[in-house]
């Protein structure tokens, strides 16, 4: 019971009347065919014999063909996503569109029927880590973050046919890819986990900022031919809120234990100060005037994650230093 009111998700096996009222409470209860009726009863599987070893062999193979429904299920909400987005702009042949959806159900039964390498399977830390972080609801943010920028970059350069159905379907189809592979990616390296959402989440702000400085209205050329579109506090605010909000909430995996404290600081702290300078570096160097808006924007957007993973790694060197100087001196017996 106390494990249950701690959050933890119990097995429990028994086979008497005294183990009814635990199998009942477990969050998975298994009792053997030998034992009592009222064990059998409160129990949620039986086994049929008493070799016990067959239970790790059995909750892996639970676990596999869990992962493998939520797999197909994602698999299917974003080819459909891709597809009805396709079609809905005419991108897509009706014939192209069956021999797609005939790929797509035998992609499924073909996933299905690969339950193989349970042993695999048999990672607790790892499971429970990712269930706590909600990966599929944050894989959908990350993919309608992106998905939704080119509807902010349609209405901010005032595209039209067939342009305005390119880039939608570009950025939509992007969004899906990027979504499935951070689903899928459970143990991604901490850089690219942080570059995927500075590139869905704060590179959203930072478009949604520039169009609210525009008054939510499209860009006006100026006087020598350029848009006028990189001036304003908006795009400032829209990157550091929706930025800071990737790097807060949307990482795949939580730091490790022993560097939750000076990863947070450094993320902050320096992630925040190098996407400043990498902006205005990026800025500076590709100038509107000579290389356009889309160039500029790109180099914008690259500035920003570059800067900010720059910005991170020597903030966290120099809190890693920080932290291995006084631990010399408490070793040297000084203050």
Known sequence: MNVLQAGGRPLFVGDGVNDASALAYAHAGVSLASGTELAGAAADATLYHGDLSTLPFAVALCRQAIAIIRRNLARAVLYNLAGITLAALGLLHPVVAALLMVASSLLVAWSSARIDDISAWCRCPDLKEAEGRRPMLLATVHGLALALQGLVLVALFDLTDPAARWTLALFTIAGCCLGWLWHQWQRIPHSLDMSMGMLALGNLGMLA?????????????????????????????????????????????????????????????GGNLGMIVGMFGAGYVVDPLRFGAGAHLVAMTSGMIVGMLLGHYWALAFFRLGSDLRASKLAEGRP
């Open 209 to 269: 900022g520039w169009w609210a400085d525009q008054g939510f209205a499209p860009v006006k050329p100026d006087c020598c031919g350029c848009t006028e579109l990189f001036s304003g506090i908006g795009m400032w605010i829209g990157m550091f809120a929706f930025g800071n909000l990737a790097m807060a909430l949307c990482l795949r995996r939580a730091p490790a234990v022993e560097d939750v404290a000076p990863c947070r600081w450094s993320m902050f702290v």
